[in-house]
């Protein structure tokens, strides 16, 4: 794994966005994974603002989102779907029929599932695929444990994972017990991996992830074994 470190999130946001425009620069009618959370926000923040310069366009973007919450309506103020389109897709020039999020409201969630990761076989493989980090070292919402060869699945969200999370709903009773996640297995097959990790409370499990022994116990630790993953971080290791 590369290790790029910044001194702050707008450094790290800025490489981001700047790896992401060179890609869709570089690859005809590429195909980008993208990821919520708190640390894409100003990444995303960015791409607009390059956009609107005229640096980039999106119109033969095509993109996959790693995860949506089981339940959740597209315009809930907390979907992932919500969360894409208010942050980058209203902004940019990007053809809304080739962004693509699982469909939490799908009355079959493991079909939808098993059909979301065969689109994601059809259009891709992905170019390059955003990831986050969980406190806990997941990636998508692949939870400790979960197998390193899981396809995209129906996943429960843990108790930290649902506390971590409901600083953006009302009350934690809000927070969806399941989401539609990518597999560890469906990222891998990504070309090329951005693991953005921002701020000291991640310091523990990014040595982990990093330096750490490849365990399911980490999800993020097989990332080790990836050919072509970088990590964007403000974290000294
Ligand atoms: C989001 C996702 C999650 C987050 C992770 C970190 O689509 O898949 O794995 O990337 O929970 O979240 P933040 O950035 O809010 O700390």
Do not use: C
Not at 15 to 25: F, L, P, W
Not at 33 to 42: K, V
Request: hydrophobic share 40%; net charge negative.
């Amino acid at each position: 794994m590369n290790v790029l470190k910044f001194n702050n999130n707008e450094e790290l946001s800025t490489k981001a966005a700047e790896v992401i425009i060179e890609k869709i620069k570089a690859t005809e009618n590429p195909v980008i994974g993208l990821a919520t959370g708190s640390t894409p926000e100003r990444t995303y923040e960015l791409l607009v603002e390059k956009y609107n310069n005229g640096e980039v366009s999106f119109k033969d973007v095509t993109t996959f989102n790693l995860d949506e919450y089981v339940g959740l309506d597209p315009e809930h103020i907390n979907s992932y779907h919500r969360f894409m389109n208010e942050r980058l897709f209203d902004h940019v020039d990007i053809d809304k029929n080739n962004t693509y999020l699982p469909n939490g409201l799908a009355e079959n969630a493991e079909e939808e599932a098993a059909r979301f990761d065969a689109l994601i076989h059809e259009k891709g493989p992905i170019d390059l695929q955003v990831l986050g980090l969980g406190l806990n070292g997941h990636i998508g919402f692949n939870e400790p444990g979960t197998p390193f060869d899981a396809r995209t699945h129906v996943a429960a969200l843990v108790e930290s994972t649902r506390e971590a999370n409901a600083r953006f709903f009302d009350h934690i009773d809000e927070v969806p017990t399941d989401a539609i996640s990518m597999g560890i297995g469906t990222i891998l097959d990504a070309k090329e991996i951005i693991l953005l990790v921002q701020g000291e409370a991640k310091a523990d499990i990014l040595r982990q992830v990093v330096q750490g022994e490849i365990t399911e116990d980490v999800p993020a630790s097989i990332l080790q074994k990836h050919p072509n993953v970088t990590v964007i971080t403000d974290i000294e290791l």
